[in-house]
């Protein structure tokens, strides 16, 4: 029987909290962690996680030969990517030089290498790790009941950089607005983590697990 | 606005219980981690850490349903630390829901495995926790073993070689202030913190709010972590963060 919610699994960090919270806002949802390329492809939605370095993902996706699985998924039905599941719908990124999936244009870049400071003086460091807010560029049902510029937990040293402007649902200063999320018909995508942001996280997951897709 | 100042509750799980210690030593209860973890995350707790200090290693894997527990049911970032050996050990706290893993004393023995660490995990689950303490000279030295062990390290080359590894974030604990509620050792916690492009949490020493701020405006801390003040009912976090936004700091709230 198909589930409701598969959480793609190719072997790239804890993918526990990422289930246990989609559970916890739809108690009633089948939700599976699989490598499984037929149970990804008859899930009703698919979200995409992942940590660690673009390279190692990429290279785990190739060998467990999920590639063109995430790209059907991404085209067909609501697909969250979080974090580097965000990063890797891009064309390109700068960690290690690998191409993403090229599913979405843009590509994804450091943080500066040399000090950055906000608008205090203050150092900020990389990782951007922490609580940020998150400001809202244009209405979206992934938005429904989330105040704009609520924070959400953060934690990169890469970001994306968008090719088309209009792919950007919201922005983030650190210290210069950056994308945090990307919107293209059934694709929703997050550089914060919502399974660690709380309330306005958990709000976030139960607008994926009834979204339809559409704008 | 921008990234808030973060604040961290630390719960040192001794046996399956919340204890509470000076330098170290002396320890008091202070409850279930389970139903303290609940009360930090109503609260407005920005993390959660865990210091796994049971000396028994038999009674070392009781932490893990633990950790299970509150996975699944808090959804902020959770790290997990104490007698962490060997890269499977990270993987376990992992696999139990465990979002970053703080590596001590192996860190020290082996600092390869900070490196092995987070080439497999990558670095944002890396914290490397230092237990500073001031030497017979006057000089910042890296110990071991709860504060027992002498290294000989200097704590801010240390902890920059650290960074170098791969650490993603650094945990620093005075020894000298720890429990003593008489304040961060602030010098140090500057001396390291300018020293890295990785966040460093300021630990050791809180006894009142002010200190909290002190971390933050005087130590330049990207988070602060206490333990005592919140366990026995002093402060709550959210009054913790209204007191550090009087002192112009961004929280979250």
């Given at each position: 029987?198909a589930?409701?919610?598969?959480?793609?699994?190719?072997?790239?960090?804890?993918?526990?909290?990422?289930?246990?919270?989609?559970e916890?806002?739809?108690?009633?949802?089948?939700v599976?962690?699989?490598?499984?390329p037929?149970?990804?492809?008859?899930?009703?939605r698919?979200?995409?996680?992942?940590?660690?370095?673009?390279?190692?993902?990429?290279?785990?996706?190739?060998q467990?030969?999920l590639?063109?699985?995430?790209?059907?998924?991404?085209?067909?039905?609501?697909?969250?990517?979080?974090?580097?599941?965000?990063q890797?719908?891009?064309?390109?990124?700068?960690?290690?030089?690998?191409?993403g999936?090229?599913i979405?244009?843009g590509?994804?870049?450091?943080?500066p290498?040399?000090?950055?400071?906000?608008?205090r003086?203050?150092?900020?460091?990389?990782?951007?790790?922490?609580?940020n807010?998150?400001?809202?560029?244009?209405?979206?049902p992934m938005w429904?009941?989330?105040?704009?510029?609520?924070?959400?937990?953060?934690?990169?040293?890469?970001?994306?950089?968008?090719?088309?402007p209009?792919l950007?649902s919201?922005?983030?200063l650190?210290?210069?607005?950056f994308?945090?999320?990307?919107a293209?018909?059934?694709?929703?995508?997050?550089?914060?983590?919502?399974?660690?942001?709380?309330?306005?996280?958990?709000?976030?997951?139960?607008?994926?697990?009834?979204?339809?897709?559409?704008? | 606005?921008?990234?808030?100042?973060?604040?961290?509750p630390?719960?040192?799980v001794?046996?399956?219980?919340?204890?509470?210690?000076?330098n170290?030593?002396?320890?008091?209860d202070a409850?279930?981690?389970?139903?303290?973890?609940?009360?930090?995350?109503?609260?407005?707790?920005?993390?959660?850490t865990?210091l796994d200090?049971t000396?028994?290693?038999?009674?070392?894997?009781?932490?893990?349903?633990?950790?299970?527990?509150?996975?699944?049911?808090?959804?902020?970032?959770?790290?997990?630390?104490?007698?962490?050996?060997?890269?499977?050990?990270?993987?376990?706290l992992?696999?139990?829901?465990?979002?970053?893993?703080?590596?001590?004393?192996?860190?020290?023995?082996?600092?390869?495995m900070?490196?092995?660490?987070a080439?497999?995990f990558?670095?944002q689950?890396?914290v490397?926790?230092?237990?500073?303490?001031?030497?017979?000279?006057?000089?910042?030295?890296?110990?071991?073993?709860?504060?027992?062990?002498?290294t000989?390290?200097?704590?801010?080359?240390?902890?920059?070689?650290?960074?170098?590894?791969?650490?993603?974030?650094?945990?620093?604990?005075s020894?000298?202030?720890?429990?003593?509620?008489?304040?961060?050792?602030l010098?140090?916690?500057?001396?390291?913190?300018?020293?890295?492009?990785?966040p460093?949490i300021?630990?050791g020493?809180?006894?009142t709010l002010?200190?909290?701020?002190?971390?933050?405006?005087?130590?330049?801390?990207d988070?602060?972590?206490?333990?005592?003040?919140?366990?026995?009912?002093?402060y709550?976090?959210?009054e913790?963060?209204?007191?550090?936004?009087?002192?112009?700091?961004?929280?979250?709230?």
């Open positions: 029987m589930v409701d919610i598969a959480v793609i699994d190719y072997g790239m960090g804890n993918l526990r909290s990422v289930s246990k919270a989609l916890h806002v739809a108690p009633a949802a089948s599976a962690v699989t490598a499984d037929e149970v990804i492809l008859t899930a009703g698919v979200v995409f996680p992942g940590v660690g370095a673009m390279g190692d993902c990429m290279a785990e996706l190739d467990r030969g590639i063109d699985v995430v790209k059907q998924a991404a085209a067909s039905k609501p697909f969250l990517g979080i974090c580097l599941g965000m890797m719908l891009f064309e390109h990124s700068e960690e290690g030089d690998v191409a999936l090229g979405l244009p590509r994804v870049l450091r943080f290498a040399e000090a950055m400071f906000d608008n003086n203050e150092r900020l460091k990389v990782p951007h790790m922490g609580w807010e998150v400001h809202q560029a244009v209405p979206h429904n009941g989330i105040t704009d510029g609520a924070r959400f937990y953060f934690v990169h040293s890469y970001y994306v950089e968008a090719g088309n209009e950007v919201a922005f983030t650190y210290p210069f607005p994308t945090c999320a990307v293209h018909n059934n694709i929703f995508a997050v550089q914060f983590h919502p399974e660690k942001s709380q309330a306005a996280g958990l709000t976030l997951l139960g607008n994926f697990v009834t979204w339809e897709g559409n704008v | 606005m921008g990234l808030a100042k973060r604040i961290i630390c719960l040192d001794n046996a399956g219980r919340v204890v509470k210690g000076v170290f030593v002396d320890l008091r409850g279930d981690p389970v139903e303290i973890a609940r009360r930090y995350d109503r609260e407005g707790a920005d993390e959660l865990f200090i000396a028994s290693s038999d009674q070392r894997d009781l932490i893990l349903p633990i950790i299970e527990a509150v996975a699944s049911e808090v959804f902020i970032p959770l790290t997990v630390g104490g007698g962490v050996r060997e890269v499977n050990d990270v993987r376990r992992l696999n139990a829901g465990a979002d970053k893993v703080s590596i001590n004393t192996t860190a020290v023995n082996n600092p390869q900070v490196a092995d660490a080439a497999r990558g670095s689950c890396i490397v926790a230092i237990d500073a303490k001031t030497n017979a000279d006057g000089r910042w030295e890296v110990f071991t073993h709860g504060g027992r062990t002498a000989g390290l200097d704590v801010v080359e240390w902890a920059f070689k650290m960074q170098e590894l791969g650490a993603g974030e650094i945990l620093l604990t020894m000298d202030r720890d429990g003593t509620k008489s304040g961060f050792n010098a140090l916690t500057r001396a390291v913190s300018d020293a890295l492009n990785i460093v300021a630990s020493g809180v006894g002010q200190h909290l701020a002190d971390g933050v405006i005087q130590g330049h801390a988070a602060v972590l206490a333990a005592s003040i919140f366990h026995f009912g002093e709550s976090i959210h913790a963060k209204l007191h550090m936004m009087q002192n112009g700091i961004e929280v979250r709230l």
